[in-house]
C-alpha cells in the first residue's frame, strides 16, 4: 500500500459511525427545550451543534458532545440578575422531565446529559446583536460570560478550502495521536494549533494524501519548537483557549517516530511505526494473525489486546503511573528515576506499579496491560498483553522474569468510555 492509500485509509478509520444516534439525541433535547421555553417542539430550531462536532473535526469515539439552546430574548429579565443557577436548574429540569430515566445534571457552565458511550453538555445561552452569545457561570456566586463558537465554525470553513481540506483532516489525525499517546488537551486546542501550522506555511495549500507523511512531521516539529505558555488565541473567535497540559514532549517523540517511520518506507514494518503514532486506526499493510511463524523459526499465539477493541477512546484527562522497584524487599529507585538515568533494570526484580497522579474529578474503572517483547518473550511464548481489571488499589504487582523490552499501560473509564490513559517502557537488561 502507498502513503496515499494508508493515509486516505486512516482517515477514513477515524470516521464517526454513530452520527445518527448523536443526531436524535440533539434533537430529542433541542424539542424538549424548545417545549419548556417556547411552547414548541421544533428538533432543530434555536439550537446550535458547537465544539468539535460542530466544526466537522470530531473523530470515532468522540464522547465529549456540545450543544447551545438560544434562550428567548424575551426570558433575559427573568435570569439576568444573578439567576445563572436558576437558568441551568431550569434546562436540567426541563430535560429530566421528557427523559427521567437519563441521567442529567449541572456542572457549573453546562447541563450534562449521560447517554451510553457519550454525554451532551448543554449550554443555555441569549443571543446578543454581534451574533455572540452570553452564557451563565455558577462559579463564585454567577456571572455572565461571552462565546463566539459561530467565528470558529466560520474561521475552520473558510480556512478549509484555502488548504485544500487538510486542515479538517490534520485536526482529526492530531485526535488519533493525542488519544493513542493519553495527550489531555482539549478539540478547540487541537484545532487551534493546527491552524496556526497551516497557517504559517503554504508547502501544503495544494498537496494531498501523497504528503500527508511530510505534514505530519512537519507539524509534530512545529509543536516540539512552539514555546511553553498557558494559553493561544482560538482560531476564528480570538478568544483565550487554555493549555491544560504541555504538548512538546509528546510531540517531539511522534516527530522523531515520524522520521523513522519516512525512512522505513517501503519495509514491511513501516506501518508499524506510524501505528505507534496514531494507533489503531492506521491501516496495516498484512492482516493481523494469531500467530507468528517467523523469527528464528519460533511460533508463539499473539495475545496481545487493544484497548480500542473493547472502548471508544477520548482523552480528556491525565493520569500517571510509576513503579518502585524492589530487591529482596527493599526499595531501590522508582522506574522513572531509572529511565531518566539511564540504570540499567535487571532480571528477579519486584515491580509495584500504580497510579502516582491524576487530575481526573469522576469516578473511573482502571484496567491495565503489560505487554512482553522481544526474542526471549517470543521463544518462550509469553508476549502477554491482555487488557485487565484492576482490584480496587489502583496499583499492579509484577517480577522481572526475563530480559527484552516490556510495556505498561494503564487506561482510565467512564461510562464507558476511556479517557485518560499512560504507558511506561521496563527495559530489563
Known amino acids: ?6 493515509f486516505k485509509e486512516f482517515l477514513n478509520n477515524l470516521k464517526i459511525d454513530n452520527a445518527d444516534t ?26 446550535l451543534q458547537v465544539g468539535s462536532y460542530g466544526r466537522w473535526t470530531a473523530i ?18 427573568t435570569y439576568k ?24 445534571y449541572v456542572d457549573r457552565l453546562v447541563v450534562r ?45 473558510e480556512f478549509l478550502e484555502q488548504k485544500n481540506k487538510n486542515l479538517r483532516r490534520l485536526c482529526k489525525m492530531t485526535r488519533s495521536w493525542k488519544n493513542k499517546c493519553g495527550l489531555a488537551i482539549g478539540g478547540l486546542l487541537v484545532d487551534t494549533l493546527v491552524y496556526n501550522f497551516l497557517k504559517s506555511s503554504n508547502d501544503y495549500d495544494n498537496k494531498s494524501f501523497l504528503y500527508y507523511d511530510q505534514m505530519c512531521t512537519g507539524f509534530f516539529k512545529y509543536l516540539t519548537d512552539l514555546p511553553i505558555q498557558d494559553h493561544y488565541k482560538a482560531l476564528g473567535s ?16 511522534a516527530y522523531k517516530q515520524c522520521l523513522k517511520a519516512i525512512e522505513s518506507e517501503g519495509d514491511e514494518t513501516c506501518y508499524k511505526k506510524w501505528k505507534k503514532i496514531f494507533g489503531r486506526a492506521y491501516p496495516a499493510t498484512t492482516e493481523s494473525k494469531s500467530y507468528s511463524e517467523s523469527y528464528d523459526s519460533m511460533v508463539w499465539d499473539d495475545t496481545e489486546e487493544y484497548i480500542e477493541d473493547l472502548y471508544p477512546v477520548d482523552i480528556r484527562y491525565s493520569i500517571k503511573i510509576d513503579c518502585d522497584v524492589l530487591q529482596d524487599g527493599f526499595l531501590q529507585k522508582t522506574l522513572r528515576v531509572m529511565l531518566s538515568k539511564r540504570l540499567k533494570l535487571s532480571a528477579k526484580k519486584k515491580l509495584k506499579f500504580k497510579i502516582v497522579s491524576n487530575n481526573i474529578h469522576e469516578n473511573f474503572e482502571l484496567y491495565w496491560k503489560t505487554l512482553n517483547r522481544g526474542r ?13 481489571r484492576d482490584d480496587g488499589y489502583l496499583k499492579k504487582t509484577e517480577n522481572t522474569l526475563f530480559t ?7 487506561y482510565a473509564v467512564v461510562n464507558g468510555v476511556v479517557i485518560a490513559r499512560d504507558s511506561i517502557d521496563v527495559p530489563i537488561n
Not at 436524535?24 to 419548556?36: M, V
Request: proline share 3%.
Open 1 to 6: 500500500m502507498t502513503t496515499a492509500t494508508n
Open 22 to 47: 448523536i443526531s436524535l439525541r440533539y434533537e430529542e433535547i433541542t424539542a424538549c427545550l424548545n417545549k419548556k421555553f417556547r411552547s414548541t417542539e421544533s428538533k432543530t430550531a434555536n439550537s
Open 60 to 77: 470515532k469515539g468522540i464522547s465529549d458532545l456540545d450543544m447551545l439552546y438560544i434562550m428567548p430574548k424575551s426570558e433575559w429579565i
Open 81 to 104: 440578575a444573578g439567576k445563572q443557577s436558576q437558568l441551568l436548574t431550569d434546562t436540567k429540569d426541563a430535560i429530566k422531565a421528557r427523559y427521567p430515566k437519563t441521567k442529567v
Open 113 to 157: 446529559v449521560l447517554y451510553q458511550s457519550f454525554h451532551i453538555e448543554v449550554q443555555p445561552v441569549f443571543e446578543q446583536d454581534d451574533g455572540s452569545f452570553k452564557f451563565p457561570d455558577t462559579y463564585n456566586g454567577g456571572s455572565w460570560k461571552i462565546t463566539k463558537p459561530r467565528e470558529e465554525i466560520s474561521a475552520m470553513k
Open 238 to 253: 480570538g478568544q483565550n483557549v487554555n493549555v491544560k497540559t504541555k504538548f512538546q514532549t509528546k510531540a517531539k517523540k
Open 376 to 388: 526471549e518473550a517470543k521463544r518462550r511464548n509469553c508476549i502477554r498483553g491482555q487488557i485487565v
Open 404 to 410: 527484552g523490552e516490556h510495556i505498561v499501560e494503564c
